[in-house]
């Protein structure tokens, strides 16, 4: 596990991870960014230490300061979600309010995990910050936005979950039929570790 | 859970949240395939512990390997030239979770994401039905046996039996730290068994309670295998299927190798850890 530091160390990981994927250095199974970390995961038949030394050079000498498959998205949401309400007592602000300051921030995809597709995004306002619900909901339908401690994000897949539900999309965040050929594997996903993401209400 | 189409997984998708997947007990399928001529990795049935029948629509070779079921027609870890119309019936064994049933020329199935295997709750592949055909892809087998006097039985050191397992071994994981040494010492001492509550992404441990670490962590990328210890106290490993981030204290994390050995644990029967 690599751990970035200092400026922009977000958006180095997931760039690394994204050069790491284009020309995957001898032996590499894997490069997973989240938040300021890279998991980087070799075939373990070879012993990994011989190859950190040459990983680190090509780290330095990369230019990791931009991600130039970074993309910028818009993300429609109606704010209608069942704990809109409650989350909004819990903060001590009305609705409007919350909805505001949700909208407000650029927010960065820090990784995407849980499920296929799903986005974990960083900047949430401080204001907003509520811990996940105390009893996890059996089911929450694909594009139910959500808040969970001090990030928020949105299922991509019905699953059980255990975040505030606070609005929905109908913006499709994973879909097989889209790296149908001749589209690439990498189409069936809407957002990557370090592109950028506003919520519009509808 | 049931009957799905495995081979060795997808490799390369996990930051986009595709669990690696595959065969929960990979050298069982590596042993069935290899039976059958196959190359290693290729697409097998996987049955958890189960019953069900498979009749075979023309002639083929066939191996069965793993545990949890018992195949009429077949002996374990041995591969049998069978005649079309034979019906392979596979009833539950009290060892073992999972069964291999490979057939000579692999199961032709689509690739998504570099593999076959079957992931349903993301819409890949699915669980197989009563009168579901599947068909075997010629192009995997790595040579032609109709020319075979009989059966290939497994080496001895490939053959399984899963009434008792070796200890499994584990290395320290990213927040070992956080544990105080009692836990670290109650991982290593207890007689663990699987909880009901265990399934393709995660087998939960049974037996005993470590300690939750006091700390919490933002969601970081998870290995295969991760025994993570969430406020409850009831370990969680990581298994095939699993999410492939989590926000839960790892302590430790269970050997590649040895976690075929643990996919194979069935309800009660009692394992060990030791440390690498």
Redesign the interface.
């Known amino acids: ?1 690599i751990s970035f530091q200092g400026d922009q160390a977000e958006t180095r990981a997931a760039a690394s ?1 994204e050069h790491l ?1 284009l020309a995957p250095p001898h032996r590499i ?7 300021e ?1 890279l ?1 980087v ?1 070799y075939d ?1 038949q070879a012993s990994y230490e011989s190859h950190i030394p040459a990983l680190i050079e090509w780290m330095k000498s990369a230019d990791l300061s931009h991600d130039p498959e970074s993309r910028s998205h818009i993300i429609p949401v109606l704010y209608n979600g069942e704990d809109l309400q409650s989350a909004a007592e819990q903060v001590g602000m009305c609705v409007d309010d919350f909805i505001a300051l949700h909208q407000a921030p650029t927010y960065r995809v820090a ?8 986005p ?1 995004l960083s900047g949430l306002d401080s204001r907003l910050h509520i811990p996940r619900r105390e009893a996890p909901r059996p089911m929450i339908p694909a594009g139910a936005v959500g808040i969970g401690g001090s990030l928020t994000g949105i299922y ?2 019905p ?1 059980p979950g255990g975040w505030n539900l606070i609005g929905t999309t109908s913006v499709c965040l ?1 879909d ?1 039929a889209r790296c149908a050929y001749p589209a690439s ?2 189409s ?2 809407l957002l ?2 370090g592109d950028s993401v506003k919520f519009v209400a509808r | 859970m049931g009957v799905t189409i495995q081979d060795l997984g997808r ?8 669990p690696p997947g595959g065969a929960m007990d990979r050298h069982s399928l590596q042993v069935a395939n290899r039976l059958v001529g196959n190359e290693a990795s290729a697409p097998a049935l996987e049955w958890m512990m189960h019953g069900g029948k498979v009749r075979l629509l023309r002639d083929a070779r066939i191996a069965v390997a793993g545990g949890g079921s018992i195949a009429s027609q077949l002996t374990a870890w041995r591969s049998e030239h069978l005649a079309a119309d034979t019906i392979i019936e596979l009833r539950p064994s009290p060892f073992g979770l999972w069964s291999y049933l490979a057939i000579e020329g692999g199961i032709a199935e689509p690739a ?3 593999s076959a295997s079957a992931y349903p ?4 592949g699915r669980i197989l039905s009563s009168g579901d055909v599947l068909f075997s892809d010629s192009r995997v087998s790595t040579q032609l046996h109709s020319d075979w006097p009989g059966g290939r039985l497994a080496a001895r050191g490939d053959q399984r039996c899963f009434a008792e397992l070796p200890a499994l071994g584990m290395w320290p994981g ?1 927040q070992r730290d956080w544990f105080p040494a009692a836990a670290w010492i109650t991982l290593l001492d207890a007689k663990w068994t699987i909880s009901p509550r265990s399934d393709r992404t995660g087998f939960r441990l049974a037996g005993s309670q470590i300690p939750a670490a006091g700390r919490e962590m ?4 998870v ?1 295969t295998g991760s025994i993570q210890i969430p406020p409850g106290g009831e370990p969680i490993v990581t298994m095939r299927d699993g ?3 989590g926000g839960y204290p790892k302590i430790a994390i269970v050997d ?1 190798e040895s976690l075929d050995w643990l996919a194979q644990a069935a309800p009660g029967v009692c394992f060990r850890f030791k440390a690498l």
Do not use: N
Not at chain 1, 29 to 35: C, E, R, S
Not at chain 2, 218 to 221: D, N, Q
């Open positions: 596990m991870a994927h199974l894997d490069a997973t960014p989240a938040f970390k998991l995961e373990c990784l995407i995990g849980f499920s296929p597709g799903f974990y991509s897949l699953t994973f097989l594997a990498e069936a996903f990557r570790a | 490799r390369g998708w996990k930051r986009y949240g595709i998504l994401f570099g709750r993301a819409g890949m990213p933002l969601s970081e990328p290995l999410p492939t981030v590649d």
